[in-house]
């Protein structure tokens, strides 16, 4: 514990502008507010602080886990290449545009992109895995500040509607309701996933999106890159 506090001190004074601009600058870190610490580098530390955390509170299990090493985060990545559309041209893949929607959400306030995550986690990517997929997408993003934002911006009222009517089964109440049941389930999911490597997408056995309530060691890490990739199945 002394050396985990030794580190979260070090930490606190160089992410003070950064992390804890709120708390006083010659605050000490002490077994009580460690978790505080811990939780403001993940959320606003980006990719560095994330990890510093992790380093903070690894244990032997957690830092076993994986050894790959996470590529540089670009927003340009791609995590599969175009695909063909019914009109003769090309579109994004679809995981790459739940990706997508996951930082459109992340970015403005409109019940639309919600709807979206809510039929996105339900038919084909559990939520977490998107979140964790779209922290790859630049430096500065997390998978607890994505979550954060999410949270943020997930408002109902006129001006988030911006016109869109809800369905009578999917009332503003109702709605709510399930984007919180969404978030939780998003957060508890990721607090399972191996820190390293972070940013990445992870495919079920057949290559699809991952799906589930907590990490699956059989899911296997994907990668962005310049114009995407296929991943390589492997079947036993």
């Not at 893949?93 to 809510?118: M, T």
């Not at 630049?138 to 607890?144: A, D, Q």
Request: aromatic fraction near 10%; include cysteine.
């Amino acid at each position: 514990m002394e050396e985990k506090l030794r580190r979260a001190q070090e930490a606190y004074r160089e992410y003070s502008t950064r992390c804890f601009w709120f708390a006083p600058e010659d605050m000490v870190v002490t077994e009580e507010n460690l978790y505080l610490v811990v939780e403001d580098l993940r959320l606003n530390g980006g990719h560095p602080g994330w990890r510093l955390a992790n380093e903070i509170t690894k244990d032997s299990n957690r830092a076993a886990s994986s050894t790959r090493a996470t590529p540089a985060p670009d927003p340009a990545l791609q995590f599969f290449p175009r695909v063909s559309d019914e009109a003769g041209g090309y579109r994004e893949h679809e995981a790459d545009a739940a990706i997508r929607a996951v930082l459109s959400a992340a970015s403005r306030q409109y019940v639309g992109d919600f709807l979206e995550l809510l039929r996105l986690d339900e038919k084909y990517i559990s939520l977490g895995v998107a979140i964790w997929a779209a922290s790859g997408r630049h430096k500065t993003f997390t998978p607890h500040w994505i979550l954060d934002r999410l949270r943020r911006n997930s408002l109902i009222n006129a001006a988030s509607l911006n016109g869109l009517e809800l369905p009578p089964y999917q009332a503003p109440v109702i709605l709510k309701r399930d984007l919180l049941g969404c978030f939780g389930a998003a957060e508890k999911l990721v607090a399972t996933i191996p820190p390293e490597p972070l940013g990445c997408l992870y495919l079920d056995r057949t290559g699809l999106p991952a799906r589930g309530e907590v990490f699956d060691p059989s899911w296997t890490p994907h990668f962005g890159s310049v114009g995407g990739a296929w991943p390589k199945i492997v079947t036993d």
